[in-house]
């Protein structure tokens, strides 16, 4: 393999790996940003009822 033809893959490899950790960056910052959300969301929630559940009517 010539130096050209060398030249040419590695560049291409380099490439390839920057575009793919760049992907890896946005789907992590995704990520951080939906758990923020949800975690946002779980605060702003009303807490259940204090009695909801505490008894059954069971008829026979």
């Known amino acids: 393999m010539d130096i050209a033809a060398m030249s040419m893959a590695m560049n291409n490899h380099q490439v390839r ?15 951080e940003q939906q758990g923020l959300q949800l975690m946002e969301m779980l605060q702003d929630s009303t807490p259940p009822h204090p009695t909801l559940g505490n008894q059954i009517d069971v008829k026979l």
């Open 17 to 31: 790996t920057d575009a793919s950790l760049a992907i890896m960056d946005n789907i992590k910052n995704v990520a």
